[in-house]
């Protein structure tokens, strides 16, 4: 992979305008690579996520659609193709969550999360895969979830989303590896952003979930964004089709 800043492929990363998608923003900027910051409707907070990584010395431009949405994707998608400098990391992390206990979970709390997970998926990532193909280097990694891999109780249609992304990870990493195309899953537990902040509004006691992390914390945004840093570098060029477990120890 080209080592200057000129010459690094540009990284897309969903749902870059707060929480774990911010941070991992950043932590891209930082290694260098041009951000392109997806959002869906917070432009504010991805403009204040772009001067960041501007008042850093790194480069940085704003992309929005829905990733549910398979044309509102490609219409965004093919506003990005019109730059030499290809795409060589996607991140896929924007996610929704609609928690319910699954007898009274209803068909869009059902549809919201999978769409969002699965169809966002291939929405973003099909497109980008060929000229990947074409660049012979890539990074994909997916923001799975401990609750993919373990199942968490109330989130029948979040484990099923996020276990499917795991299995697509596996997948896909198997078709694109002999072109120097790494795909990887990180599978955080509990993190301190917005999303956790609501299920602790809907009445979560943060002493049961804490409860439940060996390491007696919830993690950072930045305990996430710096694996994903790393498996975005030439230091990862070896791993593929893994997930990543960034849980404090919750099996």
């Not at 959002?39 to 008042?55: D, G, P, R, T």
């Not at 030499?84 to 209803?106: E, H, L, Q, R, Y």
């Not at 917005?194 to 439940?212: C, N, R, S, W, Y």
Request: hydrophobic share 45%; proline share 5%; glycine share 10%.
């Amino acid at each position: 992979m080209p080592r200057t800043l000129t010459d690094k492929p540009r990284a897309l990363v969903t749902g870059a305008s707060r929480g774990i998608g911010r941070a991992i923003a950043l932590e891209l900027g930082k290694a260098g690579f041009p951000v392109v910051l997806h959002y869906k409707s917070n432009e504010a907070k991805a403009l204040e996520v772009k001067a960041e990584i501007e008042a850093a010395g790194g480069r940085a431009e704003l992309v929005a659609f829905d990733v549910a949405d398979h044309e509102a994707a490609q219409r965004g998608l093919a506003s990005l193709a019109v730059e030499s400098k290809p795409i060589g990391v996607i991140v896929n992390n924007a996610g929704v969550t609609a928690d319910a206990p699954f007898p009274a979970m209803d068909r869009a709390q059902w549809s919201s999360v999978i769409t969002t997970t699965l169809d966002g998926f291939y929405n973003v990532t099909q497109p980008l895969v060929m000229p990947m193909v074409r660049l012979r280097w890539g990074r994909i990694v997916n923001i799975s979830s401990v609750s993919g891999v373990i199942g968490n109780r109330g989130q029948v249609n979040y484990s099923a989303a996020k276990a499917g992304l795991i299995g697509a990870t596996k997948a896909l990493a198997q078709e694109l590896a002999k072109r120097n195309i790494t795909v990887n899953a990180v599978a955080p537990g509990p993190v301190e952003t917005d999303m956790f902040q609501g299920a602790l509004a809907q009445g979560t006691p943060l002493d049961e979930v804490i409860k439940h992390i060996p390491m007696r914390r919830i993690a950072t945004a930045d305990d996430v964004a710096g694996i994903v840093g790393f498996l975005c570098s030439d230091a990862a060029s070896y791993i593929t089709g893994q997930v990543i477990g960034v849980n404090g120890g919750m099996c």
